[in-house]
């Protein structure tokens, strides 16, 4: 879809987990839309597995000319709730945050999230999965950007255990 030239950015609520829906109805009205997605690590049946999910849940980004276009037609919209707005009119989004998330994707059009560390040094935590599911234990630190080091207390010792960084929760 091509963006209209005099356009701005404004944000739509959307209803839970209708954010494609309403997405795909705003393009057949011939409105640009944004919606950004990154990749999120999910346990189900025991497994861990990777899928896309929605960046900003229950929100698109729709890009609006409001001397040619009739956006009020917007808070009608399959799978729209609202157009966010200030009062009767709909809320600017800066330029530059619509950038900032763009910047951020990655060749397939995701969003690169950073790492960050969940736990401080010597926090307690719990194991969900494995040999040692429901052990607690004492976060020790990251070892890369998917592993974690915790020091279980196991047979009177403490012994170092390298685990996936999803298999631990604060106790």
């Known amino acids: 879809m091509s963006t209209v030239m ?69 808070s009608s919209t399959i799978g729209v709730s609202h157009l966010v707005c200030n009062g009767e009119e709909p809320a600017p989004v800066p330029d530059i945050v619509i950038a900032a998330l763009r910047e951020r994707e990655d060749e397939g059009g995701l969003v690169r999230l950073p790492a960050r560390h969940r736990f401080a040094a010597g926090e307690k935590v719990r194991l969900l999965d494995g040999a040692f599911a429901d052990c607690i234990g004492l976060f020790e630190g990251m070892k890369d950007i998917e592993r974690v080091s915790v020091l279980l207390d196991l047979l009177g010792r403490k012994v170092r255990v390298l685990l996936d960084a999803d298999l631990v929760v604060a106790a």
């Open 6 to 74: 005099d356009s701005r950015w404004y944000v739509v609520r959307t209803r839970p987990h209708a954010e494609n829906k309403a997405s795909a109805h705003l393009g057949r009205q011939g409105f640009d839309t944004y919606l950004p997605r990154y990749l999120k690590k999910r346990r189900h049946a025991r497994r861990i597995e990777t899928v896309q999910a929605v960046l900003f849940p229950c929100y698109l980004f729709v890009a609006i000319d409001r001397q040619t276009q009739r956006w009020r037609c917007i």
